[in-house]
């Protein structure tokens, strides 16, 4: 099954947040990625 979730957190002081997230998603679902906008 082949499933792709967006999250989008526009504003700047949230990536800490993006990146925790992404971090502890990433143990469980090696195939995860992550695209930051500068």
Same mark, same amino acid.
């Given at each position: 099954? &082949?499933?792709? !979730?967006i999250i989008s957190m526009a504003v700047t002081d949230r990536t800490d947040s993006i990146?925790? !997230?992404y971090k502890e998603?990433? @143990?469980?679902? @090696? &195939?995860l990625g992550i695209t930051l906008q500068a």
């Open positions: 099954m &082949n499933q792709e !979730v990146l925790e !997230v998603t990433l @143990k469980a679902h @090696k &195939n």
